[in-house]
């Protein structure tokens, strides 16, 4: 008999890389999908994947303490360098021993580079081989970000990875600029490399960029790949460009990039997204998306998002999911939630702590279902609760491109009907029954 920690994790790793920061190690594999369940070692702590990163812009996740994200299961949140680097800034970073001990937080920490912001700031960025310049929107003041100058932040910063500054351009970009941007992203990764200054206590992840070309996306992994980094990110989607371009150019970029290192899909934290990209082989995620929604009113369930703030829950006694542990669920009812949603910080805090634990179970799940060589059942499953009889087409052609076709009848007789929406419109309330 095999021996196995108690996660179901082999003593022996199916296969496995080193980094003088990063350990990586590969203990099961989805005998359909692409699907893998692994350990990464940090400097800071032992990660699971896949996993969802909480985000953390500035050092904080609005409303929760460390305590608490360290409860519900966190393993590694995301901070901004671009917002850190302005305020509180680096010196005070350098003085206080780095982000982790700045905002009490002993576990993984990941800083994206600022590169985003040329797509969220662009009317406020001048953007050349040298760098991007931006106006502050604090103080109004140019600020110029170049890549050795990220790097010098985030290694003040002191996150145990590190994003490259990339040129990012629209996902909804096409022409010559797409390219530029791609092989400036390479250019500008290899003067990062250079100037990082801790490769033995922070790791430096490269970004896959190439829009939705084949050829350049291609072109772009292959090149990263040349640089043997310590794992890699798949950047410049979830911008608003079509779920079927999306999930084809994740799928590229998975069967390029090193089976032996972790692999990160930037800005995905759809529940659904999640679910088909860990069988399109992704290990890493991150969004604003659980935490933000909160803020709205959303609370986020297995059927898809639950709007607290309608006057149905207005004397609604149960909690948000029965089935769920979490702190909000144990304690609080919907009517309580509508009562403050959007209007007391009370709500925003008790609804982001509920959509923490939620992803933070969902990816439990996943790795649990990999492990067990049961991922296509879980993918069928979970597609049932989420949609239904109707699944959109986007997910069924991603999932029959890794051998899971949702419209073959299972055991149990479920089979779904590919349909053109990209997103879901409301919560399933499709039973068996």
Same mark, same amino acid.
């Given at each position: 008999?095999?021996?196995?920690?108690?996660?179901?994790?082999?003593?022996?790793?199916?296969?496995?890389s080193?980094?003088?920061?990063?350990k990586?190690e590969?203990?099961?594999?989805?005998?359909?999908?692409?699907?893998?369940?692994?350990?990464?070692?940090l400097?800071?702590?032992?990660?699971?994947?896949?996993?969802?990163?909480?985000?953390?812009?500035?050092?904080?996740?609005?409303?929760?303490?460390?305590?608490?994200?360290?409860?519900?299961?966190?393993?590694v949140?995301?901070?901004?360098?671009?917002?850190?680097?302005?305020?509180?800034?680096?010196?005070? /970073?350098?003085? %206080?021993? $780095?982000?982790?001990?700045? *905002?009490?937080? =002993?576990?993984?920490?990941?800083t994206?580079?600022? &590169?985003?912001?040329?797509?969220?700031?662009?009317?406020?960025?001048?953007?050349?081989?040298?760098?991007?310049?931006?106006?502050?929107?604090?103080?109004g003041?140019?600020?110029?970000?170049?890549?050795?100058?990220?790097?010098? /932040?985030?290694? %003040?910063? $002191?996150?145990?990875?590190? *994003?490259?500054? =990339?040129?990012?351009?629209?996902?909804?970009?096409? &022409?010559p600029?797409?390219?530029?941007?791609?092989?400036?992203?390479?250019?500008?990764?290899?003067?990062?490399?250079?100037?990082?200054?801790?490769?033995?206590?922070?790791?430096?992840?490269?970004?896959?960029?190439?829009g939705?070309?084949?050829e350049l996306?291609t072109?772009?992994a292959?090149?990263?790949?040349?640089?043997?980094?310590?794992?890699?990110?798949? &950047?410049?989607?979830?911008?608003?460009?079509?779920?079927?371009?999306?999930?084809?150019?994740?799928?590229?970029?998975?069967?390029?990039?090193?089976?032996?290192?972790?692999?990160?899909?930037?800005?995905?934290?759809?529940?659904?997204?999640?679910?088909?990209?860990?069988?399109?082989?992704?290990?890493?995620?991150?969004?604003?998306?659980?935490?933000?929604?909160?803020?709205?009113?959303?609370?986020?369930?297995?059927t898809?998002?639950?709007?607290?703030?309608?006057?149905?829950?207005?004397?609604?006694?149960?909690?948000?999911?029965?089935n769920?542990?979490?702190?909000?669920c144990?304690?609080?009812?919907?009517?309580?939630?509508?009562?403050?949603?959007t209007?007391?910080t009370?709500?925003?805090?008790?609804?982001?702590?509920?959509?923490?634990?939620?992803?933070?179970?969902?990816?439990?799940?996943?790795?649990?279902?990999i492990?067990?060589?049961?991922?296509?059942?879980?993918?069928?499953?979970?597609?049932?609760?989420r949609?239904?009889?109707?699944?959109?087409?986007?997910?069924?052609d991603?999932?029959?491109s890794v051998?899971?076709?949702?419209?073959?009848?299972?055991?149990s007789?479920?089979?779904?009907?590919?349909?053109?929406?990209?997103?879901?419109?409301?919560?399933?309330?499709?039973?068996?029954?």
């Amino acid at each position: 008999m095999t021996a196995t920690d108690k996660f179901g994790h082999l003593d022996t790793p199916l296969e496995a890389s080193s980094s003088p920061a990063l350990k990586f190690e590969v203990y099961a594999r989805c005998s359909t999908t692409k699907a893998r369940a692994s350990k990464m070692h940090l400097p800071h702590y032992t990660a699971h994947t896949p996993m969802f990163m909480p985000v953390g812009t500035m050092g904080s996740i609005k409303g929760i303490t460390t305590k608490q994200l360290e409860a519900l299961d966190c393993h590694v949140i995301l901070g901004n360098t671009y917002h850190l680097g302005s305020r509180p800034g680096p010196e005070l /970073l350098e003085k %206080a021993g $780095g982000l982790h001990k700045f *905002m009490a937080w =002993d576990r993984g920490l990941l800083t994206d580079s600022g &590169g985003f912001q040329m797509v969220s700031l662009l009317k406020l960025a001048n953007i050349t081989e040298e760098g991007v310049e931006f106006e502050n929107p604090h103080d109004g003041q140019k600020m110029m970000l170049t890549p050795e100058m990220s790097i010098g /932040l985030q290694n %003040a910063i $002191g996150a145990d990875i590190m *994003m490259q500054l =990339d040129d990012v351009v629209s996902s909804l970009t096409t &022409g010559p600029r797409v390219e530029e941007a791609m092989w400036r992203s390479v250019r500008w990764l290899d003067r990062s490399i250079k100037a990082h200054k801790r490769p033995t206590e922070q790791n430096l992840f490269p970004i896959v960029q190439g829009g939705l070309d084949i050829e350049l996306r291609t072109k772009s992994a292959q090149e990263l790949v040349k640089r043997d980094s310590p794992g890699y990110a798949i &950047g410049g989607l979830s911008g608003g460009e079509a779920k079927g371009s999306f999930w084809r150019m994740v799928s590229l970029s998975t069967d390029i990039l090193p089976t032996n290192k972790p692999r990160y899909c930037m800005g995905v934290g759809y529940a659904e997204d999640l679910v088909v990209c860990s069988a399109l082989g992704v290990d890493m995620y991150d969004c604003v998306f659980p935490t933000r929604t909160a803020r709205f009113g959303n609370a986020l369930v297995r059927t898809g998002s639950m709007s607290l703030k309608q006057g149905r829950y207005t004397s609604d006694l149960e909690p948000i999911d029965k089935n769920c542990d979490c702190p909000t669920c144990a304690k609080y009812t919907r009517a309580y939630l509508h009562t403050t949603a959007t209007k007391e910080t009370t709500g925003c805090h008790l609804i982001t702590v509920h959509n923490i634990a939620f992803q933070m179970r969902l990816m439990l799940d996943i790795r649990q279902a990999i492990v067990e060589d049961r991922y296509p059942a879980f993918i069928r499953e979970f597609m049932r609760i989420r949609f239904g009889k109707t699944v959109p087409m986007w997910i069924v052609d991603a999932l029959k491109s890794v051998n899971v076709d949702l419209t073959v009848p299972d055991s149990s007789g479920y089979s779904a009907e590919p349909v053109a929406d990209d997103f879901q419109k409301v919560p399933n309330t499709w039973t068996d029954e």
